[in-house]
């Protein structure tokens, strides 16, 4: 059985950095590539950064360039969004799962505000 458990959210001043963990289990992890989502209140759910299965490329959002950096652990089954340089329009439920297309059932995310 899949699970993605998303961690590591809170409230965080505007220009402060937030690291968020997402653990996996139930699939081959080292094979898939991954992505962290955000969902804002009121808006869809949206592609932040996306890393390949080994690693090697990653690819981010135009709103996130040079501020998030996603990264992963294949031996902990864990991806990370490094967030830095945080605004108030990074306000959202953050989620990982696949990168677009057939999706696993997703987690309960981390919300991270981002509020002076």
């Known amino acids: 059985q899949v699970q993605l458990v998303e961690s590591g959210g809170g409230l965080v001043q505007p220009g402060g950095s937030l690291r968020l963990s997402c653990a996996a289990s139930?699939?081959?992890?080292?094979?898939?590539?991954m992505s962290w989502y955000r969902q804002a209140p009121g808006k869809e759910r949206e592609l932040v950064a996306t890393?390949?299965?080994?690693?090697?490329?990653?690819n981010y959002a135009d709103s996130v360039k040079g501020r998030f950096t996603i990264s992963r652990d294949n031996n902990k089954k864990t991806v990370y969004l490094q967030m830095n340089s945080l605004k108030p329009e990074d306000t959202a439920v953050y989620y990982c799962?696949?990168?677009?297309?057939?999706?696993?059932?997703w987690g309960q995310g981390t919300q991270v505000i981002v509020s002076a």
């Open positions: 799962n696949l990168p677009p297309g057939v999706f696993y059932p």
């Open positions: 139930g699939f081959t992890f080292r094979s898939a590539g």
């Open positions: 890393i390949t299965s080994t690693g090697g490329t990653t």
